[in-house]
Nanobody
Framework: QFQLVESGGGLVQPGQSLRLSCAAP????????IGWFPQAPGKDREGISC????????TYADSVKGRFTISRDNAKNTVYLQMNSLKPEDTAVYYC?????????????????????WGQGTQVTVSS
């Protein structure tokens, strides 16, 4: 069964960095668009960054633009989210999701319905 596995979360202080990874053991991610969807306590999950299957297109929510970078290494079957200058408001469980769609990435990244497969999430806590 296609399953995504996130890793790299943890507890950091404001201003520090983390790199999250999203892998699919036993399956290939290279045909899938991938998104990162954090869910903060008491809030809905929201898409903050997505990358196309080829890696040629990326999109970011305004809240993370300039601080987060999404990338993928299809040879390693892994997608990354480099998170710099972390803020307390970035605290959330971060889910990665995979979807096969031809819709424009920016719009699709805001809609969970475009993504068919989800991981279990990794906790990111930013606190002093």
């Amino acid at each position: 069964q296609f399953q995504l596995v996130e890793s790299g979360g943890g507890l950091v202080q404001p201003g520090q960095s983390l790199r999250l990874s999203c892998a699919a053991p036993g399956f290939t991610l290279e045909y899938y668009n991938i998104g990162w969807f954090p869910q903060a306590p008491g809030k809905d999950r929201e898409g903050i960054s997505c990358i196309s299957s080829s890696g040629s297109s990326t999109t970011y929510a305004d809240s993370v633009k300039g601080r987060f970078t999404i990338s993928r290494d299809n040879a390693k079957n892994t997608v990354y989210l480099q998170m710099n200058s972390l803020k307390p408001e970035d605290t959330a469980v971060y889910y990665c999701a995979a979807g096969l769609f031809a819709a424009p990435l920016r719009g699709a990244c805001t809609k969970e319905s475009f993504f068919n497969y989800w991981g279990q999430g990794t906790q990111v806590t930013v606190s002093s």
